[in-house]
């Protein structure tokens, strides 16, 4: 199971752009990696999830090395709200359990000011 | 997205007693659902890993005769805290599967006095 390592915390302005990297080492070929956001006493929230290169939606883009051993989170002109916790998640998303992307690491406490 | 719900939001009760807890998907079947545990200011823990009309799977140190797991529909799963107590006290949530996105619930505050 890869494991992954994300800054603790990290600090921001209203407007700017935030990129969080995330490091898999010993991320598996049937991997993927997937972004979750948690804000206090909630639910994490789908945020992202990608195999390799970029990928991009609504609200966030996610790069992706070619080597695939890190990747990083882009928020673009982040706000107040986005002031929460992000997690990385790396794993096989056909399985649950020990075996899947279901277990978290510590993420990083995003701290977002006016 | 797909919508999973917990109920209740919170709960307080008194040591010694036991603690339902219902997570259900709204829109969706979920044949996985998933149980997690997080402390303050911690990540979140994976408990167990329920399957319909199966045997939960436990993670390694998690008491299945503490936690009783039941996943009885598609689209009910209920975590069972028995004999509860202060160190149960906790944040519990759930999860469940649609295609290859994961769904989480709300969370569950459980406070034991």
């Known amino acids: 199971l890869a494991k992954t390592t994300q800054p603790i915390s990290m600090d921001s302005y209203e407007g700017q752009e935030v990129n969080i990297t995330c490091s898999h080492n010993?991320?598996?070929?049937?991997?993927?990696i997937t972004w979750y956001q948690q804000f206090p006493s909630q639910g994490p929230r789908f945020i992202i999830q990608?195999?390799?290169t970029k990928v991009t939606n609504e609200v966030a883009s996610l790069f992706i090395p070619a080597d695939r051993k890190s990747s990083t989170l882009s928020l673009p002109r982040v706000s107040l709200s986005d002031t929460a916790v992000y997690y990385c998640l790396v794993g096989d998303r056909n399985y649950g359990g020990s075996q899947g992307n279901l277990i978290f690491g510590k993420g990083t406490k995003l701290s977002v000011k006016p | 997205g797909a919508v999973v719900s917990q109920h209740p939001s919170r709960v307080i009760c008194k040591s010694g007693t036991s603690v339902k807890i219902e997570c259900r998907s709204l829109d969706f079947q979920a044949t996985t659902m998933f149980w997690y545990r997080q402390f303050p200011k911690k990540s979140l823990m994976l408990m167990a890993t329920?399957?319909?009309?199966?045997?939960?799977?436990?993670e390694q140190g998690v008491e299945k005769d503490k936690f009783l797991i039941n996943h009885a529909s598609l689209t009910l799963s209920t975590l069972t805290v028995t004999s509860a107590h202060p160190e149960d006290s906790s944040f519990y949530i759930c999860s469940a599967r649609s295609h290859n996105e994961q769904f989480f619930g709300p969370g569950t505050r459980l406070t034991v006095l």
């Open positions: 329920s399957n319909e009309g199966s045997k939960a799977t436990y």
């Open positions: 010993n991320i598996a070929t049937n991997d993927y």
């Open positions: 990608g195999y390799k």
